[in-house]
């Protein structure tokens, strides 16, 4: 089992930045790729960002391209999700997620292990 806790959400300006954390405990987290996901209201969940499990390659949903950057610590036992330039319609509760099998990483139906999500909230 991986436990995931994501901390890091909050009420920011449009334009404003965030930097959302996803402390992971119980199994060897280098042994998991790691991935953002988001749901904002009425809408399903969608793939934001992902990092393999030693950090070497990343990807980006386009919405997100440029402006996020993801990345984690195996030491720290943690990944990250700095949001910068951000506007309403990234207004979502984002979540963090595990997996161990090496394909795939845009589905969620590919991730293992959930955390229960941190609210992020862009209004003026």
């Given amino acids: 089992q991986v436990q995931l806790i994501e901390t890091g959400g909050g009420l920011v ?7 959302l954390s996803c402390a ?11 991935g953002w996901f988001r749901q904002a209201p009425g809408k ?27 990345s984690r610590n195996n030491i720290k036992n943690t990944a990250y999700l700095q ?13 963090c997620a595990a997996k161990a099998r090496l394909r795939g ?4 139906r590919d991730y293992d292990y959930w955390g ?3 609210q992020v909230t862009v209004s003026s």
């Fill in 13 to 19: 300006q449009p334009g404003g930045s965030l930097r």
């Fill in 116 to 118: 229960q999500g941190t």
């Fill in 105 to 108: 990483g845009l589905s969620s």
């Fill in 44 to 70: 399903e969940r969608e793939f934001a960002a992902s990092i393999s499990r030693g950090g070497g390659s990343t990807a980006y949903a386009d919405s997100v391209k440029g402006r996020f950057t993801i």
């Fill in 24 to 34: 992971a405990s119980g199994r060897t987290f280098s042994n998991y790729d790691v």
């Fill in 83 to 95: 949001m910068n330039t951000l506007n309403p319609e990234d207004t979502a509760v984002y979540y």
